[in-house]
């Protein structure tokens, strides 16, 4: 059976990968002729380094080809991209669109097209419409001949390979026989359950775990806030709060960063402006949180006339080196932007500073033992395993801010004085 992949990006490529790994002769196809080159020569960068042995391998064997145009398949997966526009955070569904519509002359009888990229509820039912529209041969006394359904991904960015597997899916067709084809599919390399429902309800799930996720994320980062206008030390709280046996509160940070959290709750809220009051707060909360740790940070360098500051974490969560929609690269971009003083960048899972970031002559990714050395503030963003306990590793007179935004008084008494 021949499976086209369509996107080869966060999810595409170890999608196609661990397909080509189960026996399926995959045929990758992007836009992008960067993308392509990349995957072409090796130097797959961003992902988990297993992958671009799997990748290496699968083209080696023939099991995975990048083709243009879109070639004939058994089976399509739509795995592109599904932003928000600048404006109004409204979702841009045009990559799945262009995508829909350079598939739709491909397409034969029998058939299965089904969307992985996460869409807005009813976005697979108006697909499939468009599908047809474009191809009225596939529908016969108003019934389809072709089948489509959604699966939305549900993998950590570091663990992809393992979680496109071992994790739970959820399938939902457009009709039964939509369900049931796309659902007998993932069962062949997928070895956590499949969970078949309809598409609607495929789309609304996805969205709602991560508008779920969002909601505790900012409750715990309001409580930071809240906690440091009381003089609370918000992280000894939450440690106390949750040895209640029905309580567990998450640990604040510096915001809410990655491609999927801080996106997929807009979609809900544009499907509902009225109906989505509490998933609209979340989100500005969470924004709110990245503003006021900026400030934080802001207010402490004040002190020093030619400010260092070291910025520990680039990436959006601990463990990995995704740099996408990063509280702490925009931080870290405001700071330079405003000139506030010379950063020292510490980012173990990187090379090179990202593009936003390597233009600035103030801004430099540095180890950590330099970066502490000539900091006069040392900024934890992200929270790295190799940054454990960095506080009580710190030098007297240097000037230490947590997650939390919580400049320690300690540290600050003796930062100031050396400022002075």
Same mark, same amino acid.
């Given at each position: 059976?021949?499976?086209?992949?369509?996107?080869?990006?966060?999810?595409?490529?170890?999608?196609?990968?661990?397909?080509?790994? %189960?026996?399926?002769?995959?045929?990758?196809?992007?836009?992008?002729?960067?993308?392509?080159?990349?995957?072409?020569?090796?130097?797959?960068?961003?992902?988990?380094?297993?992958?671009?042995?799997?990748?290496? /391998?699968?083209?080696?064997?023939?099991?995975?080809?990048?083709? +243009?145009?879109?070639?004939?398949?058994?089976?399509?997966?739509?795995?592109?991209?599904?932003?928000?526009?600048?404006?109004?955070?409204?979702? +841009?569904? %045009?990559?799945?669109?262009?995508?829909?519509?350079?598939?739709?002359?491909? @397409?034969?009888?029998?058939?299965?097209?089904?969307?992985?990229?996460?869409?807005?509820?009813?976005?697979?039912?108006?697909?499939?419409?468009?599908?047809?529209?474009?191809?009225?041969?596939? /529908?016969?006394?108003?019934?389809?001949?072709?089948?489509?359904?959604?699966?939305?991904?549900?993998?950590?960015?570091?663990?992809?390979?393992? /979680?496109?597997?071992?994790?739970?899916?959820?399938?939902?067709?457009?009709? #039964?026989? %939509?369900?049931?084809?796309?659902?007998?599919?993932? #069962?062949?390399?997928?070895?956590?359950?499949?969970?078949?429902?309809?598409?609607?309800?495929?789309?609304?799930?996805?969205?709602?775990?991560?508008? $779920?996720?969002?909601?505790?994320? %900012?409750?715990?980062?309001?409580?930071?806030?809240?906690?440091?206008?009381?003089?609370?030390? #918000?992280?000894?709280?939450?440690? @106390?709060?949750?040895?209640?046996? !029905?309580?567990?509160?998450?640990?604040?940070?510096?915001?809410?960063?990655?491609?999927?959290?801080?996106?997929?709750?807009?979609?809900?809220?544009?499907?509902?402006?009225?109906?989505?009051?509490?998933?609209?707060?979340?989100?500005?909360?969470?924004?709110?949180?990245?503003?006021?740790?900026?400030?934080?940070?802001?207010?402490?360098? *004040?002190?020093?006339?030619?400010?260092?500051?070291?910025?520990?974490? @680039?990436?959006?969560?601990?463990?990995?080196?995704?740099?996408?929609? $990063?509280?702490?690269?925009?931080?870290?971009? *405001?700071?330079? *932007?405003?000139? !506030?003083?010379?950063?020292?960048?510490?980012?173990?899972?990187?090379?090179?500073?990202?593009?936003?970031?390597?233009?600035?002559?103030?801004?430099?990714?540095?180890?950590?033992?330099?970066?502490?050395?000539?900091?006069?503030?040392?900024?934890?963003?992200?929270?790295?395993?190799?940054?454990?306990?960095?506080?009580?590793?710190?030098?007297?007179?240097?000037?230490?801010? +947590?997650?939390?935004?919580?400049?320690?008084?300690?540290?600050?008494? $003796?930062?100031?004085?050396?400022?002075?």
């Amino acid at each position: 059976m021949n499976v086209c992949v369509m996107g080869l990006g966060y999810i595409g490529l170890p999608l196609a990968a661990v397909l080509a790994r %189960s026996g399926y002769k995959v045929l990758g196809v992007d836009i992008k002729p960067a993308v392509v080159r990349s995957i072409e020569s090796g130097e797959i960068h961003g992902l988990e380094p297993p992958l671009g042995l799997l990748v290496i /391998e699968a083209i080696r064997r023939g099991s995975l080809s990048l083709c +243009d145009p879109v070639p004939h398949a058994d089976v399509y997966i739509l795995a592109v991209p599904t932003p928000l526009k600048k404006k109004k955070h409204q979702v +841009d569904l %045009s990559y799945v669109e262009k995508a829909v519509d350079s598939v739709a002359p491909r @397409l034969r009888p029998g058939n299965l097209v089904i969307i992985e990229s996460t869409v807005p509820v009813g976005t697979t039912e108006k697909m499939s419409r468009r599908l047809l529209e474009l191809r009225p041969d596939l /529908e016969r006394e108003g019934k389809s001949l072709i089948f489509v359904a959604h699966c939305p991904e549900r993998v950590l960015p570091g663990k992809i390979l393992d /979680e496109m597997v071992e994790v739970d899916r959820i399938v939902g067709g457009v009709d #039964a026989g %939509s369900t049931r084809e796309a659902g007998d599919f993932y #069962a062949t390399f997928v070895r956590g359950s499949i969970h078949r429902t309809e598409a609607r309800t495929a789309e609304m799930c996805k969205l709602a775990e991560n508008a $779920s996720r969002d909601v505790a994320i %900012s409750f715990a980062n309001e409580l930071s806030m809240l906690c440091d206008k009381m003089g609370i030390d #918000a992280a000894n709280l939450i440690r @106390l709060a949750n040895h209640h046996p !029905r309580v567990n509160i998450m640990d604040p940070g510096p915001g809410v960063g990655g491609h999927c959290i801080p996106v997929d709750p807009w979609f809900l809220v544009q499907s509902e402006p009225q109906g989505t009051d509490l998933i609209r707060t979340a989100r500005k909360v969470n924004e709110k949180k990245t503003a006021w740790l900026l400030k934080r940070i802001e207010e402490t360098i *004040s002190h020093f006339e030619k400010p260092v500051i070291a910025c520990l974490g @680039l990436a959006y969560k601990p463990e990995v080196a995704d740099l996408r929609g $990063s509280p702490a690269v925009s931080i870290v971009n *405001s700071l330079c *932007s405003q000139n !506030r003083g010379d950063l020292r960048i510490v980012e173990p899972h990187i090379k090179d500073l990202p593009p936003v970031l390597a233009g600035f002559n103030c801004c430099r990714l540095v180890d950590l033992e330099e970066a502490i050395a000539e900091a006069s503030v040392v900024a934890l963003l992200t929270r790295h395993n190799s940054f454990e306990g960095i506080q009580a590793r710190l030098p007297d007179g240097k000037i230490f801010i +947590d997650p939390n935004g919580v400049v320690s008084p300690g540290w600050r008494r $003796s930062g100031t004085e050396a400022a002075n």
